[in-house]
Nanobody, 114 residues
Framework: QVQLVESGGGTVQPGGSLRLSCVASGFTFSSASMSWYRQAPGKEREFVAIITSARDTTYADSVKGRFTISRDNAKNTMYLQMNSLKPEDTAVYRC????????WGQGTQVTVSS
């Protein structure tokens, strides 16, 4: 069974950093495109970043230059390094298998507040 489990969320001050992890199981992780999405209270879910099996990456304009998506295929894990965090980054962050068929993790809360 496919599972995606996020971790690493928490509360940080503006300008701080967090690294999120998404541990995958139940499929061949190395061949899958993987993404991060986020949803803030009262807002639509939005795309954050994607990394393909070839390690091509694409970022939302709102996070470009601050966030870095990466993967460690030996650990079946995708990461999102978040630097220079802003209050508007506050959201539940979910990982997604973007290769067909899609699967979603349950999410991890990121709060940026002073």
């Amino acid at each position: 069974q496919v599972q995606l489990v996020e971790s690493g969320g928490g509360t940080v001050q503006p300008g701080g950093s967090l690294r999120l992890s998404c541990v995958a199981s139940g499929f061949t992780f190395s061949s899958a495109s993987m993404s991060w999405y986020r949803q803030a209270p009262g807002k639509e879910r939005e795309f954050v970043a994607i990394i393909t099996s070839a390690r091509d990456t694409t970022y939302a304009d709102s996070v470009k230059g601050r966030f870095t998506i990466s993967r460690d295929n030996a650990k079946n894990t995708m990461y999102l390094q978040m630097n220079s965090l802003k209050p508007e980054d506050t959201a539940v962050y979910r990982c997604k298998r973007s290769s067909f068929p899609n699967y979603w993790g349950q999410g991890t809360q990121v709060t940026v507040s002073s």
